[in-house]
T-cell receptor
Framework: KAGVTQTPRYLIKTRGQQVTLSCSPISGHRSVSWYQQTPGQGLQFLFEYFSETQRNKGNFPGRFSGRQFSNSRSEMNVSTLELGDSALYLC???????????FGQGTRLTVV | AQTVTQSQPEMSVQEAETVTLSCTYDTSENNYYLFWYKQPPSRQMILVIRQEAYKQQNATENRFSVNFQKAAKSFSLKISDSQLGDTAMYFCALFSGGGADGLTFGKGTHLIIQP
């Protein structure tokens, strides 16, 4: 069974640009959640999608958004990038709820 | 709001020794799940072990076991016969209620296994 796939693995963007990250969950999993990992703040919950609907949202500004498609693949978008958005973005896949979450390898975003 | 606290930023032990990583948490929910995740230098978060709060029996997975003290809100991870490949960051995480906060993670413990 294939694991969670995140693309791209690495990104370098310029301040002010926007970026889209992609996550393909484990086959059959319907919940996808996103996390931001930084040295200062650690791992922080961004949002969770289930059956194409945002089910929960963390405490991040509206520049951070996401969506989920009918095949459960999810994308997150960050608009008007700031230097502080530089982080490892992790996606987690769960069957229904996040009582068992499996993570992808992450996307390393660097904003310059 | 729920919180997870890991008080040991870094630990170092010799190969084959047993090591215990500490974690305390706080939640107002009765139904919740606790996890230990391992993050090696590759950055892949790997689920090590999971504990349902309603289960009194401590979870075990091969060399990994937990000591779940519900009243004390403590959830420690014991690694027996430690191996060089156990070197990684270890994160304690909590999922409770309807998942409004997703998974809440501690700051992590950097475990180093010395040869």
């Amino acid at each position: 069974k294939a694991g969670v796939t995140q693309t791209p693995r690495y990104l370098i963007k310029t301040r002010g640009q926007q970026v889209t990250l992609s996550c393909s969950p484990i086959s059959g999993h319907r919940s996808v959640s996103w996390y931001q990992q930084t040295p200062g703040q650690g791992l922080q919950f961004l949002f969770e999608y289930f059956s194409e609907t945002q089910r929960n949202k963390g405490n991040f500004p509206g520049r951070f958004s996401g969506r989920q498609f009918s095949n459960s693949r999810s994308e997150m978008n960050v608009s008007t990038l700031e230097l502080g958005d530089s982080a490892l973005y992790l996606c987690a896949s769960s069957p229904t709820v996040i009582t068992e979450a499996f993570f992808g390898q992450g996307t390393r975003l660097t904003v310059v | 709001a729920q919180t997870v606290t890991q008080s040991q930023p870094e630990m170092s032990v010799q190969e084959a020794e047993t090591v215990t990583l500490s974690c305390t948490y706080d939640t107002s929910e009765n139904n919740y799940y606790l996890f230990w995740y391992k993050q090696p230098p590759s950055r892949q978060m790997i689920l090590v072990i999971r504990q349902e709060a309603y289960k009194q029996q401590n979870a075990t997975e091969n060399r990994f076991s937990v000591n779940f003290q519900k009243a004390a809100k403590s959830f420690s991870l014991k690694i027996s016969d430690s191996q060089l490949g156990d070197t990684a960051m270890y994160f304690c995480a909590l999922f409770s209620g309807g998942g409004a906060d997703g998974l809440t993670f501690g700051k992590g413990t950097h475990l180093i296994i010395q040869p």
